[in-house]
């Protein structure tokens, strides 16, 4: 994947599949650190030892048909090849945390990409379900909760066009924001 | 050889509106940009679908003599700002690395 915003997509995307009611996003750029951690937490089905023993092996598939896509793997390859790692953490009925870690200034390291986006795909896909998503760099940070967005926006709903447009200028803001201090 | 005639024989979107003669010693073809910059040389041909500012700062180490995009990615902004700077030419094809590779081979580039 291009971008790491793409990992993140793609990996917010499993947490839908698990039937999440919350998934949390945390991108931690640090620049005094040359690190860039990103954290997927939801409270879904979560995942049995055996397939989380499995779940970063592209070859592994249950019975039936692969439970989940490449996407853990490719993130594992990523982190590794800039340094980094990639941690798993599951429990059947709590959730699943998804933690990489990137060297931030090795060459191989792909660029953020477009995180407005990214946010709004996620939340076109959202069916009771709600997203916060953190944006922390050293020491400011950035959040936006759809929970939030909900209450004040009362009856109108958040795939509205002129919501959806609003919240794409918001975040691009807000992210800007944090790279000029 | 023009940058434009390049852009002529590959039939190639140039981003960049600089007329330049450019060497070509040889071509390469990569994506991850830390084998780019222990395989490709000077005044290659670099295909590529990166598009992030990082490509420039591998160009300009390698003195590469031009960027071909392929399979119609979008060129970040900055990046386009960068190769005006280091006066770098970057083109886009809708092709992929392999179909121009091939029309690079055929126009006796080796």
Known sequence: MKELSMHILDIAMNSVKAEAKLIEITVEDSIKNNSIKITIKDDGKGMSKEILENVANPFYTTRTTRKVGLGLSMLKEASERCNGYLKINSQLGVGTIVESFFERNNIDRAPLGNIADTILVIVNSLKNCNLIYNHVVDDNSFTISTQQLKEILGEVVISDSNVVMWIKEYVNENINDLYKN | ?110
């Open chain 2, 1 to 110: 050889m023009k940058n434009f005639e390049l852009a002529k024989k590959l039939d190639l979107e140039s981003l960049l509106e600089i007329d330049k003669d450019i060497k070509v010693e040889g071509v390469y073809v990569g994506d991850l940009l830390s084998v780019v910059m222990s395989k490709a040389k000077a005044d290659y041909i670099w295909i590529t679908i990166q598009t992030h500012i990082n490509v420039m700062a591998v160009a300009e180490l390698l003195d590469i003599s031009c960027i071909i995009v392929v399979e119609n990615m979008e060129v970040e902004a900055d990046t386009l700002q960068k190769a005006r700077e280091l006066g770098i030419p970057i083109f886009k094809s809708r092709e992929s690395a392999y179909q121009v590779a091939c029309k690079l081979n055929n126009m006796g580039i080796k």
